[in-house]
């Protein structure tokens, strides 16, 4: 199973589902990551993480953790 | 009229609100949260009062921001809302729009950053998303000032004819028949809100039920919709919203086909890149600290605290009241306690202005959003913020904007964990000390500055480590999941309008409790017994005061610090009681209280008769209390200010205290044991305290794992 965080900057990825519940998944779709959407991993944060993707045309910040709960092909 | 403005963070809003209001506004806060609340009236019909609700992405039930804007929409219902949505972000942003169409009030949709949609090549056809969304659309430019009077038109005429959108938004075929069926079940509530609430109660959104006369049990819905849809209905429901927007999107908006790279992508390639992102950092946070706190920051609050109080108003006001024949006592209250008590408050409004200068150009241009995404990974394992950068780098200056610069902190629990750590970093005014406690007792060795440093740091960082683990903090774990705006030039207005907000409420609720102070001390210090009578003392008789008589009074609560050890207990109690009005009256309070009306800065006349009071170890204590203890009382009431909640600042001001104390008596009673090689009760007390902040420190989670505060910030929030 591959997940946003695995996807290596640059590379394009569609999301598949995400998993868990509550605040954190409430507020990652509300962003506009859904079932569907294609996400650009645009760059890395210079200490590693979080991570900037680009999503719905604008640009967007999450943690590696966080990454790690949605699933993408 | 009730006018509510709605929108994204970043979308412009604030600069709408302030266009269409002008300077009839007034700020408040939100029942029950900290979130700032701002109202005003319409600059063209003093009849219509805007409120501005928080920048919100959703109307979720999970941050306080978005609770606040519900219970409003639905609670006050006001008469129509104006949703202003960023044209170059449309997807997203009317993710919010599909949201409050469904609340049965009239909206209009302005669509704001046309100018820049029209610069890019884009083409908008607002008539055919006026038709998609089944409410009116307008284009509009905040910054520019164009198309905002037909908006405010729209919106008043929709207010008016009470014109509610017709909600032609269709989800699958499955999910609205299903919401379609709770909806026909909640007859209690008024027709127009029944889609609302229908949707609100699918999403198994537990803060709903409390708005609701009735609440019908929905449990067979849910598991029919999840069961088709093969996910949770929070989920579903989402989906479907940004599947229809998709569906709309490309009639409505069609993006300039060549896809050149976009300005802000070209700054952003520079300024977040992987080797030039910290050298820049590093460049703008030394540019905002040099110019804030240094040069102009420091000329200016020197000359208001020095010149202006210090040379021209006070002396002025005293003799002035001299010649008027006014007694001495009055005098000395009126020029020293009132007129200088106010200068204090006043002296770090110019500093501080300046500096909220630099940070509302650095939000509104897009760059603070950076400086978190940047700090986010040092920051985020103590508990705190990747933006708390900015107020401990500003606390090294001086904790009082330190403070005031929590405020660009969204998360209510990063921002109260700041404001509580910020001045555990030696500010300009500790240093003194710092130089005084070294040339007395160490040979002015530099280990002496750089350990006062590194104890401030690891304050902060135990402290966050250990608050984070605490009920206090327990709650609401804030999801970093953060837009980066688009870089633009923010409008002058806006910045200088900002920076005017912060200052004057530093002014009007840190002042009252600086004053307050100020004017206690000054009696405390300015009066007592000689010869036994009871009389106004010049500044020399220090230690014939009241304050002296409760230094010595309560010296005996340091003895376990090493402080009575010399026999100057009671001195130090006194100019640590004295630090609380500027940290460096220290020094003075001491060259006062050893004989001396006037010593250097760093105390040079005193340091030998300081060594014979005290032992090395003591003075290092004394030191790191003075460092660690309640700030001065210009930093309380910031921390006051932005507390917003006495509970919260008591909790703060006595954690610092008491974490002062404990770290002063470990490092006095285990340095005592280490030079001496006496075993004490009191170092067998010291080493329990330790081993008790490395449990606190190195405990578990517990039953604050993740999964169980999530549990509980969705019932409690």
Redesign the interface.
């Known amino acids: 199973m591959k997940t946003l965080k695995d996807s290596t900057v640059g590379s394009t990825v569609t999301v598949k589902k ?1 998993s868990g ?12 990551i ?4 294609t996400v650009f991993v645009r ?8 991570v ?1 993707v680009t999503v ?8 590696r953790a ?1 990454a790690q709960m949605i699933e993408v092909i | 009229m009730k006018i509510a403005l709605a929108g994204n963070p970043n979308s412009g809003k604030t600069t709408l609100f302030n266009a269409l209001t002008g300077s009839n506004q007034f700020t408040g806060n939100w029942p029950g949260v900290t979130v700032e609340k701002k109202e005003g009236r319409y600059k063209g019909n003093k009849e219509v009062v805007i409120t501005d609700l928080p920048g919100i ?2 109307l ?1 039930p ?2 306080p921001e978005e609770v606040v804007a519900r219970n409003y929409l639905i609670g006050e219902r006001p008469d129509a809302i104006l949703n202003i949505v960023d044209g ?5 942003n009317l ?1 919010l729009t599909t949201q409050l169409l469904e609340l049965g009030i009239p909206v209009v949709v302005a669509v704001n950053m046309t100018d820049i949609l029209k610069k890019n090549g884009d083409l908008l056809y607002p008539d055919k998303l006026s038709r998609a969304l089944g409410c009116e659309v307008v284009e509009i430019s905040a910054l520019k000032g164009a198309g905002i009077q037909k908006a405010a038109d729209l919106v008043i005429a929709a207010a008016t004819d009470m014109k509610l959108p017709e909600i032609s938004h269709p989800f699958s075929k499955e999910a609205d028949r299903i919401i379609t069926d709770v909806s026909d079940r909640l007859t209690s509530v008024p027709e127009e809100q029944r889609r609302f609430f229908a949707v609100k109660l699918l999403e198994k959104d537990e803060r709903i039920g409390s708005l609701l006369k009735q609440t019908p049990d929905v449990s067979a819905e849910i598991k029919k919709m999840e069961e088709f849809f093969d ?2 209905t ?2 579903i429901i ?2 479907e919203r ?2 229809y927007i998709s569906s709309i999107i490309k009639d409505c908006c069609v993006h300039n086909v060549k896809e050149t790279l976009k300005i802000s992508d070209k700054i ?1 390639r520079v300024v ?1 890149n ?1 080797f030039l ?2 050298p820049i950092f590093a460049v703008i946070m030394f540019a905002v600290y040099y110019v804030s706190v240094t040069t102009i920051g420091d000329i200016l609050t020197g000359w208001t605290n020095d010149t202006l109080f210090g040379e021209w108003i006070v002396p002025g006001v005293s003799a002035g009241l001299q010649a008027i024949g006014c007694a001495d006592w009055l005098r000395g209250l009126i020029a020293d306690g009132i007129v200088g008590g106010v200068g204090a408050v006043l002296g770090f409004v110019p500093q501080m202005l300046v500096l909220f200068l630099f940070l509302a150009f650095l939000e509104s241009c897009g760059y603070m ?1 950076r400086v978190a ?2 700090m ?3 920051f ?1 394992k103590f508990g705190l913020s990747g933006k708390s950068f900015i107020p401990m780098l500003i606390g090294s200056g001086c904790g009082v904007p330190g403070i005031m610069a929590s405020r660009t902190i969204e998360s209510d629990r990063d921002r109260k964990m700041t404001i509580m750590t910020t001045t555990f970093v030696p500010c300009g005014a500790k240093l003194p000390i710092i130089a005084l406690i070294a040339g007395a007792f160490f040979g002015n060795a530099g280990w002496v500055a750089w350990s006062a440093y590194f104890v401030g740091i690891l304050a902060i960082i135990g402290s966050g480590i250990i608050l984070k683990k605490t009920k206090m903090f327990a709650g ?2 804030a ?8 870089y633009h030039f923010p409008a002058a207005g806006s910045v200088l309008r900002s920076m005017w907000e912060r200052g004057w409420s530093f002014m009007k609720k840190a002042g009252t409790i600086i004053l307050l102070s100020a004017i206690v001390l000054w009696f405390l210090q300015g009066f007592g017994w000689i010869n036994g009578q009871f009389t106004m003392l010049s500044g020399e008789q220090l230690n014939f005061s009241i304050l002296a008589k409760i230094g010595g009074a309560i010296a005996w609560i340091f003895t376990p610090l090493g402080w009575t050890q010399g026999g100057a207990g009671w001195q130090m109690a006194v100019a640590a009681i004295t630090g609380l009005i500027a940290k460096e009256n220290v020094v003075t309070t001491f060259g006062i209280l050893f004989g001396f009306a006037e010593v250097a800065e760093d105390g040079a006349e005193i340091w030998s008769a300081l060594s014979g009071a005290m032992t090395a170890a003591a003075a290092y204590s004394f030191l790191v209390f003075n460092l660690l203890c309640a700030p001065c009382f210009a930093a309380m009431g910031a921390i006051r200010r932005e507390m917003n909640n006495g509970k919260w600042f008591w909790f703060a001001i006595g954690y610092q205290t008491v974490l002062a104390y404990v770290v002063s008596l470990c490092i006095y009673q285990i340095g005592t044991f280490v030079t001496t090689g006496v075993f004490g009760i009191g170092t067998a007390v010291a080493f329990l305290l330790v081993l008790l902040l490395a449990f606190l420190l190195l405990r578990p989670q517990g039953e604050n794992d993740m ?1 169980k505060i ?2 509980k ?2 019932v409690s929030g």
């Open positions: 995400i519940e509550g605040p954190v998944k409430r507020r990652i779709m509300d962003m506009g859904t079932k569907g959407a760059k890395v944060a210079p200490f590693g993480d979080p900037e719905r045309g604008y640009e967007l910040s999450l943690r966080d | 992405y959703s979720s999970y941050t170059t972000n449309l997807e997203r993710y996910d949770d929070e989920s989402t989906n940004y599947g952003d977040t992987r992102a910290l959003a995404f940047i986010d990974r040092i985020r609401n774990p999801p970093f999941v953060m837009e980066l705006p688009a999964s999530m549990a910030a969705k």
